[in-house]
Nanobody, 124 residues
């Protein structure tokens, strides 16, 4: 069992930056692929980024490539999402998730554990 708690969301102007954190409980954090998803009002949950167990591999949705960076610190049981050059269309609730699939598995149902989400709002 893994419990995930996101933090770091908030309101930022277009072009600004935010760093999301997701702290995991348990001693098996390093055995999971970690992902970030987001869900805007009226839209389906969308894959954003994923990172492999050892952090060797990462994968991003095209719309955030070059702007967002996913990283993890297995010693701290934490995964991060650094978001730069943010756009109003990045506005959503952001969720972290843990699972056993590879980083290119972008559908939500392959992830087993989810956080409660953190709101990110980008003003124009």
């Amino acid at each position: 069992q893994v419990q995930l708690v996101e933090s770091g969301g908030g309101l930022v102007q277009a072009g600004g930056s935010l760093r999301l954190s997701c702290a995991a409980s348990g001693r098996t954090f390093s055995s999971y692929t970690m992902g970030w998803f987001r869900q805007a009002p009226g839209k389906e949950r969308e894959f954003v980024a994923a990172i492999s167990r050892s952090a060797f591999s990462t994968y991003y949705v095209d719309s955030v490539k070059g702007r967002f960076t996913i990283s993890r610190d297995n010693a701290k049981n934490t995964v991060y999402l650094q978001m730069n050059s943010m756009k109003p269309e990045d506005t959503a609730v952001y969720y972290c998730a843990a699972g056993n699939a590879g980083v290119r598995a972008i559908v939500p149902h392959v992830y087993d554990y989810w956080g409660q989400g953190t709101q990110v709002t980008v003003s124009s």
